[in-house]
């Protein structure tokens, strides 16, 4: 008898639950004239340059830019590439969008999101912003526990948004402070890299300013702990009263209500 014929099984297709396409076929682009059209691409092309002068115009208009002697900061948005793994549905227009809380500084992200296509979908597209103005930075290597002077330093035009907190720009806000980790030459000063100074102790008189919604109240309180720069600390008021506040100058406590 002849051999029965190997009977071959039919593989259906994978389908991709954001665009419609087996899973093996075509990445679908974001960017360029590829979403416009709604046509497919293998690779992600670079963001459309229209979409990325949109995004550096709402970075730049919402970007909060340091005040620095006089000097206007040089702002650099650096555009950034979507991952090539994304498959979306074609897209006729794309609407960038600020991040929910995020910050606009150094390494970010803003929001793409389709608002007239067949499938609503948003993404995350990667922006590094630089933001250049002077500030101060030590002429030479200077150890932990130098005690500032102004001879140390000097101002150079770096990038504010190379760290989460601004640096120091001028030169009273840091003589007399003491580093609390070596500093190399150059590296800009910031404001965690400062011992934090106590401004008062337990049991110390302090003065108590209570801010709120468009008003403020001045009075005076006893320190129930140590005012450490920054930190928050409680304070029993003439009243009785105990509220936490944070420590910001010399036997002075604010509080926020």
Do not use: K
């Amino acid at each position: 008898r002849p051999p029965r014929p190997m009977h071959t099984p039919t593989v259906q297709p994978v389908m991709n639950p954001v665009c419609p396409r087996p899973a093996h076929g075509r990445r679908l682009a974001i960017a360029a004239g590829a979403l416009a059209a709604g046509a497919a691409a293998a690779m992600p092309p670079p963001i459309e340059p229209e979409l990325a002068a949109r995004v550096r115009g709402l970075v730049a208009t919402n970007l909060s830019l340091p005040a620095s002697a006089g000097v206007q900061p040089r702002v650099a948005i650096e555009i950034g590439a979507l991952d090539p793994r994304l498959r979306l549905a074609p897209c006729r227009r794309i609407e960038p969008q600020l991040p929910p809380q995020g910050r606009l500084w150094g390494r970010t992200r803003i929001g793409l999101r389709c608002v007239e296509g067949d499938r609503p979908w948003q993404v995350w597209l990667p922006v590094v912003v630089q933001v250049h103005a002077p500030a101060l930075v030590p002429l030479r290597a200077l150890p932990a526990g130098t005690v500032l002077a102004a001879e140390h330093l000097r101002s150079a035009d770096i990038d504010w948004a190379a760290g989460a907190q601004p640096p120091y720009a001028r030169v009273g806000d840091l003589v007399g402070r003491t580093l609390g980790r070596t500093l190399q030459p150059g590296e800009a000063v910031r404001p965690g890299d400062l011992r934090q100074r106590q401004w008062f102790a337990a049991g110390e008189t302090v003065q108590v300013l209570a801010r709120g919604a468009g008003f403020s109240v001045a009075g005076e309180g006893q320190a129930l702990g140590a005012g450490i720069e920054g930190q928050p600390v409680r304070v029993r008021t003439e009243s009785g009263r105990v509220l936490t506040g944070v420590a910001v100058a010399e036997r002075r406590v604010e509080v926020m209500l």
